[in-house]
């Protein structure tokens, strides 16, 4: 099975930027949607980003989904190494402050907003804090 590992998160002060970093191994779903999703304190989880990957790689020329809080302020691409992707994250505000997690599940219809509940693979979370 597929396995992730979520990385990267920080403190930051408003208009800051961090990238975090999803790496996935194990049994790379060949065809599959990657999403992050978030969970500020006393909040649901959200989604705020969802892609298409093949065999754990971002297509050159791919555009994916964001939520609208984020669309424009953040980006996804994919990282140096194979099997990781990452979330760019620029202009960072107070309510971006929240719990990152990245999720995949197998597939190609990536549509938005991605339902939680049908990602099988989950990364164990990273802590984003936006705060002056």
């Known amino acids: 099975q597929v396995q992730l590992r979520d990385s990267g998160g920080g403190s930051v002060q408003p208009g800051g930027s961090l990238t975090l970093s999803c790496v996935l191994s194990?049994?790379?779903?060949?065809?599959?949607?990657l999403a992050w999703f978030r969970q500020g304190p006393g909040q649901g989880r959200e989604a705020v980003a969802a892609?298409?990957?093949?065999?754990?790689?971002?297509?050159?020329?791919?555009?994916?989904y964001f939520h609208k809080s984020v669309k424009g302020r953040w980006t996804v691409s994919q990282g140096g190494d194979a099997g990781t992707l990452l979330l760019q994250m620029n202009d960072l505000k107070p309510n971006d402050t929240a719990v990152y997690y990245c999720?995949?599940?197998?597939?190609?219809?990536?549509?938005?907003?991605?339902?939680?509940?049908?990602?099988?693979?989950w990364g164990q979370g990273t802590q984003v804090t936006v705060s002056s």
């Open positions: 892609v298409y990957v093949i065999g754990g790689s971002y297509p050159p020329g791919s555009s994916g």
């Open positions: 194990g049994r790379i779903f060949g065809h599959a949607c």
């Open positions: 999720a995949a599940k197998e597939g190609s219809r990536c549509g938005w907003p991605p339902e939680a509940t049908t990602y099988s693979a």
